[in-house]
Each structure stands twice: as structure tokens, then as C-alpha cells.
């Protein structure tokens, strides 16, 4: 549905302008939750921007796979040494990782996280 009316414009959409459109449809329709929601349109909007931006590439309909998203940190996930909490549509979910002994560096505290895409 906001693919079209993006790639119909023909030029970028600033992602402000985009998730004011697609906000509700996205909330209602689609029942996302609200960071979920917000997160699409900035993807859809920094996509088409950077299409835009390069010299030799053509303006086209982009294909989002639906089998990855990106989750802000804090908002839409938490990891610890031992466990990752993801929100997904039906309320957070929280799994149990193995964590390895090289990687415990990361969560010592000095490391800071702010998105993470997550894939089928």
C-alpha cells in the first residue's frame, strides 16, 4: 500500500512525512505495535533516499523482504549474557542464547547497542 504511494511520488519522502501517512494504517490494520510502526516507515523513506541519491541507479518499486526487521534497542529488544527479549506482535517474547566465551566482552557494559536487524 505505502510502497506505492512512495515509489508513485517519484522523488524521496522525508520518513516524518511517510510515517504520518502510514502510521495509522499500519497501527489498525496491521495491529504492529507502535515502535514497530514507526520503524517501517523510517526503513521504507532511508531506502528510497539513498535509490535517489545514487547517480546511475533508476528509480524503482524496492522489494522488502518480509522475513527481516530492524528493532531499536530498548524499544524493541533487550539482550543480556544469557537471553535476548524481542517485541513481536503478539507481546514480548524472551529466548535464551548461548553466549560464548570471546563474546562476553560485549556485555560488560563498555559496548552500547542501538538497532539490530533480525532475520528468518
Not at 557494559?109 to 533480525?118: C, E, P, R, T
Request: glycine fraction near 4%.
Amino acid at each position: 500500500m505505502f510502497l506505492k504511494f512512495v515509489f508513485d511520488k517519484g522523488k524521496p519522502i522525508p520518513a516524518m512525512k511517510l510515517q504520518q501517512e502510514v502510521y495509522p494504517y499500519l497501527r489498525e490494520t496491521l495491529k504492529l505495535k507502535s515502535q514497530m510502526s514507526c520503524n517501517i516507515p523510517r526503513q521504507v523513506a532511508g531506502c528510497y533516499k539513498t535509490l535517489h541519491k545514487q547517480k546511475k541507479a533508476k528509480w524503482q518499486k524496492v522489494q522488502f523482504s518480509p522475513s527481516s526487521m530492524t528493532f531499536s534497542y530498548k524499544r524493541d529488544f533487550a539482550i543480556s549474557e544469557n537471553m535476548v527479549k524481542i517485541t513481536t506482535i503478539n507481546g514480548r517474547k524472551a529466548y535464551s542464547i548461548l553466549n560464548y566465551d570471546y563474546a562476553k566482552q560485549y556485555f560488560d557494559g563498555s559496548w552500547k547497542y542501538q538497532a539490530s536487524k533480525v532475520v528468518k
